[in-house]
C-alpha cells in the first residue's frame, strides 16, 4: 500500500459553489466536498448534483478529491452513495461508521468498482470497534480512518475551551 502524506485537508460545504471554486486555488492536500454537516437538509439534493457537476468539470490539480456523504441511515445517505458510486472521486468519507458492519454496508452500497473509502469514527462505540473495523478494512477499500473530533467530544459531554493539559500525560 502507498501512503500519501496528507498535511491539510478542508471541507467545503457543496451547497457553495464559490467555495467550491475557491477550493480549485488553494493550497491543500485535500479537499472535502461536505454534502453532511455543512448542507441544510433542504439542499441536500441540489449539493449533491453540484458535486457530481464539480467533479466532472475538475480542476483540482494534484488535491485528493473526497465528498462527505451523509450517514447511510439518513434519508439521503443512499442518494449520495448512488451519484457517487463511478463519478470519479479520489474517495467517499462515511459519517458515522461504528463498527465493521457498517463498513460492510458501505462497501456493498458502493459496489466492487466504487471509491476507497475513508471512515470517520466520531462516537464513543466507534472508537471501541476501532480494532474490528481495522480487521475489516483487509477486504474493502478502507484507505483512511478519520476522527470525528467534534461528535466525538459532544457524546462525551465534554465542556468547549477545557484544557488538555491534565491528560496529555496519560495519552502521551
Same mark, same amino acid.
Given at each position: 500500500m502507498i501512503l500519501r502524506r496528507r498535511r491539510s485537508a478542508l471541507y467545503m460545504p457543496a451547497s457553495n459553489p464559490r467555495a467550491i471554486a475557491k477550493a480549485r486555488s488553494l493550497a491543500c492536500d485535500v479537499v472535502i466536498l461536505d454534502l453532511e454537516d455543512a448542507v441544510a437538509p433542504d439542499e441536500? !439534493?441540489?449539493?449533491?448534483?453540484?458535486?457530481? !457537476?464539480?467533479?466532472?468539470t475538475g480542476g483540482f490539480g494534484t488535491r485528493e478529491l473526497v465528498v462527505r456523504i451523509n450517514a447511510l441511515d439518513t434519508p439521503w445517505g443512499a442518494d449520495d452513495i448512488a451519484a457517487l458510486r463511478s463519478i470519479g472521486v479520489d474517495a467517499v468519507l462515511v459519517p458515522k461508521i461504528s463498527d465493521a458492519v457498517d463498513l460492510a454496508a458501505v462497501r456493498a452500497a458502493l459496489g466492487t468498482d466504487g471509491p476507497p473509502i475513508w471512515a470517520m469514527i466520531e462516537t464513543c462505540g466507534g472508537v471501541l470497534e476501532l480494532p474490528g473495523i481495522a480487521r475489516a478494512a483487509a477486504g474493502s477499500r478502507l484507505t483512511a480512518l478519520i476522527a470525528g473530533t467534534n461528535d466525538l467530544a459532544k457524546e462525551l459531554r465534554c465542556r468547549p475551551g477545557g484544557s488538555a493539559a491534565p491528560w496529555r500525560g496519560r495519552w502521551c
Open positions: 441536500k !439534493a441540489a449539493a449533491r448534483n453540484r458535486v457530481v !457537476a464539480e467533479v466532472g
